[in-house]
């Protein structure tokens, strides 16, 4: 009793804004490895903390001399194994309402219409079974992808995007990439996830779009040449068998301003689970 009452009246309002600080800043980085490989890693590297205090407390010197040094080893590797996380994470920090006005924006009409053909054209490319993958940019720049593909510049419309993924056609073969209502490019190259707990059913397609979606914030639409089932990349995660409706709700979402966003995928699981209960 003695201790809590020392502790309170030893407490000052600056105390408390720095643990409301350090615990806002927790949630959030707990919120953007969830369910990224940086999750297991960083269960990892805490359970190796805790082994090197308890063989420290138990006086195992060998024991925790391998740990302590391990853990030294380990900031060195945790700087080039998170390097995509970190890059995330400080982009994520550079995208916050402070230092940007608000998320890319396309106004009424224009925005639904760019939703409307998308989904319908993945709608289409489902139905006749042709692999696609389309990028949808926001706010991290993919200009080093654009590089790897033909540029377009042309406007969003589901026939130009159906055309593109015809088989057998020169740009068939890798991903388009959007940016609010243009097409930059086609036949882009993107960087393959090397997460290595995804179901083996998925190939490079979707590896590609998960790729992708580790290092930026884009959000991205594969249609299964296999099977015809649509899916989204987000944040490292991918939401699998989405019907047209629900490819329309989470790209006009995407589109609204900042505010009212959250990740897709969290909100699609979300409500998911809810209609599970
Ligand atoms: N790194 C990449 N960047 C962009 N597109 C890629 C990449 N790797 C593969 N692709 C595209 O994916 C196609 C191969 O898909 P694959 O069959 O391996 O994947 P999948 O995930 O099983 O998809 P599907 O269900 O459509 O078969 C390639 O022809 C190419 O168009």
């Known amino acids: 009793m003695q201790f809590f009452k020392s502790l309170f009246s030893n407490l000052r309002i600056a105390d408390i804004i720095d643990i409301i600080i350090v615990a806002a800043v927790f949630y959030k980085l707990f919120k953007l490895i969830r369910e990224t490989r940086a999750e297991q890693l960083t269960k990892g590297i805490f359970a190796l903390f805790i082994f090197a205090k308890v063989s420290g407390l138990l006086k195992l ?16 590797a945790i700087l080039i194994v998170f390097q995509p996380e970190l890059r995330r994470g400080l982009e994520y920090i550079g995208r916050s309402r402070f230092f940007t006005k608000s998320f ?3 106004k009424g009409e224009s925005l639904s219409r760019t939703v409307d053909e998308i989904v319908e054209a993945c709608a289409s490319l489902s139905r006749q079974k042709i692999g696609a993958l389309i990028v949808l940019e926001r706010q991290t720049g993919l ?14 419309s589901s026939n130009l995007l159906i055309n593109i ?19 930059k490019a086609a036949a882009c190259f993107l ?7 995804i179901n083996k059913e998925l190939g490079t397609r979707h590896r590609a779009a998960l790729g992708i979606s580790e290092r930026s914030d884009s959000l991205s639409i594969i249609v ?8 989204i990349a987000e944040n490292g995660a991918i939401a699998r068998h989405l019907d047209s409706q629900t490819l ?17 995928i969290i909100k699609w699981r979300r409500k998911d689970e809810q209609g599970e209960e």
């Open 224 to 231: 299964s040449e296999e099977t015809g089932a649509i899916s």
């Open 191 to 197: 960087p393959l996830t090397e997460n290595m707990n």
């Open 104 to 106: 890319l924006e396309i």
């Open 143 to 156: 200009n080093e992808v654009v590089e790897t593909g033909t540029k377009i510049n042309g406007q969003v």
């Open 61 to 76: 010197y060998t024991i925790n001399w391998i740990l302590e040094n391990a853990m030294t080893v380990g900031v060195i």
């Open 248 to 264: 329309k709700q989470i790209l006009t979402d995407m589109y609204k301003p900042k505010d009212s966003q959250e990740a897709f």
């Open 165 to 183: 993924f015809i088989p057998n056609t020169p740009l068939h073969d890798g991903a388009v990439i959007i940016k609010e209502d243009m097409i």
